[in-house]
Nanobody, 126 residues
């Protein structure tokens, strides 16, 4: 069981930036694909971004050009730099691990992930 702890959420004005971090307990962190998802009350968890162990990166269309995912395997940490934030980015953000997602569809689906953090709230005011 991999433990994930997100941090970096908070309240920011529209147009501002936040950097989320997700620290993993696993020494095998480098073997995992890592994903970021977000969820607002009453809606399904939504894919935001993912990074494979190979370094291949994926983004949801809604965040492309504004968000940047990265990972530091030496620190067992994945990051999500969020710029030009919009009120519609308001959500609880979760990081998650995936073993070997075989397809892009899998890596963009919450069903492709096995371990989840507790989430961090991001609120963007207009």
């Amino acid at each position: 069981q991999v433990q994930l702890v997100e941090s970096g959420g908070g309240l920011v004005q529209a147009g501002g930036s936040l950097r989320l971090s997700c620290a993993a307990s696993a020494r095998t962190f480098s073997t995992y694909a890592m994903g970021w998802f977000r969820q607002v009350p009453g809606k399904e968890r939504e894919f935001v971004s993912a990074i494979r162990r190979s370094g291949s990166i994926y983004y949801a269309d809604s965040v492309k050009g504004r968000f940047t995912i990265s990972r530091d395997n030496a620190k067992n940490t994945v990051y999500l730099q969020m710029n030009s934030l919009k009120p519609e980015d308001t959500a609880v953000y979760y990081c998650a691990t995936s073993g070997s997602p075989s397809t892009i569809a899998t890596i963009k689906s919450s069903f492709g992930y096995t371990n989840w953090g507790q989430g961090t709230q991001v609120t963007v005011s207009s």
